[in-house]
């Protein structure tokens, strides 16, 4: 059976060959939401997204879609479907599905947009199970289904009596599912928004495989790739005499631009990669950093800008105005350095290909490889590992892609792995940009124009036109251009606003201080006139903005001043999301030393409380460390950092104490993988020149003096 599109959304049922009720869901975007029975026949044809089952010993399996990476997604869904089912959690089993985009549709992490995407669909399945249950204790007493209540994995009866769900699975497998629900009322929650332990937490803690790093199967090959030293080389000759007569050592073959070293450990593959000789010849311009230092300038002195958006009269603004304020701001190239390099499995068969590993974006890896070998999509199965981190990095396929091009030519099950160099010199990186800000205010201190050039390396649009403080100025002007550059970027947690909040939250300081405004009075302000007067098309929430703004200041104790204490302040709105942070510093000896930060969160209902401060204790310190320390610097096309000897991360001791907390105003929830890393650097930038007097307009400010204790 196929899926029927014009009934998007269904529930179907059938006992499992122990007993047992097992449920499909869907969470396609439904225009009706319309369960059905399952038979065991069924179950294997029609398109389900995602399966909750109920064994009669009472243990409650429920499979966890979508790739985990840190987030605490393989949780996060189970306690959803949990919360509305009344389950008891200590018996909930959680299980990785395997990539299956027919029945689970979006298996993707990335946009911090999964949960926001699957929640209503999530509590649906947990209520229908729920509904189900009831109905089937309350045949089996013979009384109204009115009369019953759940809690804790049992159906209870007003005068009792009561049966666990293992008890009453089978039959409430015979039961037609609703074809409505009624979802609990949020107030009601009594799982959700708890702190519930990582459901790997155990496995990780007990050096359980549960990593693509990990990853072996019997009779498999490893392998290291020798890829262009430098963007703009390609292979021209290489000599692999020596190296195919080393130990453990199959095969040496190239494929594109690269060399594979294939051999049976990877200690064996690595040793014998030195002994291969290759030569390169160039293909496109060797670029450099002090290249990128003129291209900049050329682009943001260009008139052939694209323009992005337009308000009112931007010249006769500047002419008018009072004051007129400039500033430029840059950051470099960043490695995205997750701490489990790049690697997949893969084995080719002829007529279809098996792979496993850490990917953000596994569909696309297997769309691309069946593509490449010609064969149906479902012919290349893809089994999904937990992820070491990836912060966008693993949202490209290519090192999936060139695992099954190698087993395909060696054919061989072989596992590529990259090694720390080859991640950090031979990767995808975030783009490096540039902002021209303008800005001029009136005699009052407001805002009366507002100007954002932005210029990137295979950026795209640098800019957000519809962001804040766009919308709440009359006159405004939005644009970009863009160098076509043989360095490869890609996505970098929170694209383009991991930056640009920086630039932004800077500027509107320097605006604040030149027009004698508090920070945080001349913000408020700004959303207030978003509000009474909007200027155009805005995609962020003022009310929203400012009940994080207020709860920040409140904690944080803004304008009451502390002995010794300077604070500086940063608000953005990223992945529909708004984040505050005030971080404080004091003044050591002539230096600054980053003390603390206070960060105050509206995404939204929260679902797991402990996930979710760790969601935003991270990205705070990734937002702080690369802002300090983070720099990919190029020669002749060649990066010049390829190690942590060379590319410097924060350290467990820099890291200050940091204080979060949620907005709390019932919304459905919205993204938090990426929204709390923008405004980190803006935040500490802010605070720096409050404590030194000096403003930081490139990063990594360490380059420029600056410490953190």
């Known amino acids: 059976m196929s899926t029927n599109q014009s009934r998007r959304d269904f529930f179907k049922t059938s006992a499992t060959a122990a007993g047992g009720l097992v449920l499909g869901f869907g969470w396609f975007s439904s225009e009706a939401f319309e369960p059905g029975v399952l038979t065991k ?82 509590r649906k399945a947990g209520a229908t199970a729920r509904a189900m249950l009831m109905e089937a204790a309350a045949k089996k007493w013979s009384v109204p289904v009115s009369e019953c209540s759940t809690s804790k994995g049992f159906v209870m009866h007003s005068s009792g009596k009561k049966l666990s769900y293992g008890e009453l699975a089978t039959d409430a497998a015979q039961i037609t599912p609703p074809t409505t629900v009624k979802l609990k009322d949020k107030s009601n929650f009594t799982l959700i928004g708890t702190s519930v332990r990582g459901v790997d937490s155990k496995a990780i803690l007990t050096g359980k495989n ?107 603004a500047f002419k008018n105005a009072y004051k007129v304020i400039e500033a430029e701001y840059q950051c470099p190239f960043l490695p995205h350095s997750p701490m489990e390099p790049m690697n997949f499995f893969a084995h080719f068969k002829g007529d279809s290909i098996e792979m496993a590993g850490p990917s953000q974006t596994p569909q696309n890896a297997q769309n691309q490889i069946a593509k490449m070998f010609n064969m149906a999509p479902e012919k290349v199965t893809i089994e999904l590992t937990r992820m070491g981190g990836g912060f966008g990095r693993r949202l490209n396929t290519d090192y999936a892609v060139e695992a099954a091009e190698l087993s395909s030519i060696i054919k061989a099950p072989v596992k590529v792995t990259w090694s720390r160099e080859d991640d950090t010199a031979g990767g995808i990186y975030r783009p490096a940009v540039r902002y021209r800000f303008k800005a001029s205010i009136d005699k009052a201190g407001n805002i009366t124009g507002y100007m954002l050039h932005g210029a990137g390396m295979n950026a795209g649009n640098a800019t957000r036109p519809d962001n804040f403080p766009v919308g709440a100025i009359e006159n405004t002007l939005i644009q970009s251009n863009d160098h076509k550059s043989p360095i490869t970027t890609g996505p970098w947690r929170a694209p383009i606003t991991n930056f640009l909040a920086y630039a932004e939250q800077a500027f509107l300081d320097e605006v604040a201080m030149a027009g004698g405004k508090d920070p945080i009075q001349l913000r408020m302000e700004l959303l207030e006139k978003s509000i009474k007067s909007p200027v155009g098309k805005i995609t962020y929430e003022p009310e929203r903005f400012r009940e994080a703004i207020k709860l920040v200041a409140d904690k944080a104790g803004w304008g009451k001043k502390k002995k010794g204490v300077y604070q500086g302040f940063s608000v953005y709105f990223s992945h529909n999301s ?132």
């Open 41 to 122: 026949t069924a179950a294997d044809t029609i398109d389900f997204n995602a399966y909750l089952a109920i064994a009669p010993s009472g243990i409650i399996t429920i499979y966890s879609p979508n790739p985990e990476i840190g987030q605490g997604i393989k949780t996060a869904f189970p306690i959803v479907v949990a919360e509305e089912l009344d389950a008891d959690w200590s018996k909930v089993k959680v299980e990785q599905s395997p990539l299956d985009t027919k029945k689970f549709e979006r298996q993707l992490t990335g946009g911090s947009g999964a949960i926001r995407h699957s929640w209503e669909r999530l």
């Open 210 to 316: 549960l990593f693509g790093i990990d990853y072996k199967r019997d009779g498999m090959l490893n392998a290291m790739i020798q890829r262009p030293p430098a963007f703009g080389l390609k292979l021209k000759s290489f000599d692999a005499t020596e190296a195919k007569k080393m130990p453990g050592i199959t095969d040496v073959v190239s494929f594109g631009n690269k060399v594979a070293i294939v051999g049976k450990t990877t200690w064996e593959v690595m040793q014998a990669r030195k002994a291969v000789k290759i030569e390169w010849e160039k293909e496109k311009d060797l670029e450099s950093s002090a290249d990128h230092d003129r291209i900049f300038k050329e682009m943001l002195n260009s008139t052939t800008a694209t323009v992005h958006r337009k308000d009112g009269d931007i010249e006769a």
């Open 578 to 709: 708004y984040v505050a942070q005030i971080a404080e510093m004091a003044n050591v000896k002539g230096k600054p030393v980053l003390k603390k930060v206070y960060a105050s969160v509206d995404c939204g209902i929260v679902i797991n409380e402990s996930s979710a401060q760790n969601q935003v204790y991270g990205a705070i310190v990734d937002g702080l460390g690369h802002a300090m320390y983070g720099n990919l610097t190029f020669k002749d096309g060649a990066p010049q950092q390829d190690n942590f000897n060379k590319y410097r991360l924060i350290r467990y001791n820099e890291v200050p104490d940091i204080e979060v907390h949620f907005v709390k105003n019932g919304i459905d929830p919205t993204g938090l993988g990426e929204p709390a890393l923008p405004p980190t650097g803006g935040a500490i930038a802010n605070a720096i020149f409050k404590t030194t007097g000096k403003r930081l307009y490139n990063q990594p400010f360490a380059e420029q003096g600056a410490t953190l204790g």
